[in-house]
């Protein structure tokens, strides 16, 4: 004998505020419910992973170099003595880092489904 209804298993998802009203106003846009919109977008989108795996030292890197840096301002504000091309090249190689870093985060590694 057939079943009467289908079988479904349902997962809560919170949402703030202004992401759910964005969501509300795509569906609204499809002609089409908040529930069926989310579903086919679930369903049908895919999944970019990134490995991270490799970057952990390079974001402890950062956040040490971070902390360098913050001794560096407070003890030029305290002596009133530091040199702009100091500061220069410090900024510059902060970027590059952060350059690096940020492609390689942004690179797709993978897309296992």
């Not at 977008?41 to 170099?65: E, H, Q, S």
Request: glycine residues 2%; aromatic residues 8%; positive net charge.
């Amino acid at each position: 004998m057939a079943r009467k209804y289908k079988q479904v298993h349902r997962k809560e998802i919170d949402f703030d505020i202004k992401d759910w009203e964005k969501i509300e106003r795509r569906a609204e846009a499809c002609n089409t419910t908040t529930s069926k919109y989310l579903r086919e977008v679930i369903l049908n989108a895919k999944p970019t992973f990134y490995d991270t795996k490799g970057v952990a030292p390079l974001l402890n890197g950062m956040r040490i170099i971070s902390s360098n840096i913050n001794q560096i301002a407070k003890k030029a504000n305290e002596t009133n003595n530091i040199y702009a091309a100091d500061i220069k090249k410090l900024h510059e190689e902060v970027e590059s880092l952060s350059l690096t870093l940020s492609q390689y985060l942004f690179i797709p590694r993978s897309t296992k489904v």
